[in-house]
Nanobody, 115 residues
Framework: HVQLVESGGGLVQPGGSLRLSCAAS????????MRWYRQAPGKQRDLVAS???????NYADSVKGRFTVSRDNAKNTVFLQMSSLKPEDTGVYYC?????????WGQGTQVTVSS
């Protein structure tokens, strides 16, 4: 049974930081690309950051220079370090593991940026 469990979300003031984690079980993430998506209220789910199995990272223009995606294959976990947070970063953040043949999703963690 495959599970991706996100954690680390919460309420933070503008300019603050959060570190999201996505812990996988039932799969070894070393052979998967990993992605973080964000879904704001009433909007579609957008890709925020991705990291390939060979550690190549890419970011949406809106988060470049503020977010950093990383992975620890030994711990079967991927991270999203978020800094200089803005109110428009608010949403549910989802972890996704993908390969050529399949993909898995986590249940999401809420991030709210507000004063």
């Amino acid at each position: 049974h495959v599970q991706l469990v996100e954690s680390g979300g919460g309420l933070v003031q503008p300019g603050g930081s959060l570190r999201l984690s996505c812990a996988a079980s039932g799969i070894g993430i070393s052979i998967f690309g990993m992605r973080w998506y964000r879904q704001a209220p009433g909007k579609q789910r957008d890709l925020v950051a991705s990291i390939t199995s060979s550690d190549n990272a890419n970011y949406a223009d809106s988060v470049k220079g503020r977010f950093t995606v990383s992975r620890d294959n030994a711990k079967n976990t991927v991270f999203l370090q978020m800094s200089s947070l803005k109110p428009e970063d608010t949403g549910v953040y989802y972890c996704n593991a993908y390969s050529l043949y399949t993909e898995f999703w986590g249940q999401g963690t809420q991030v709210t940026v507000s004063s």
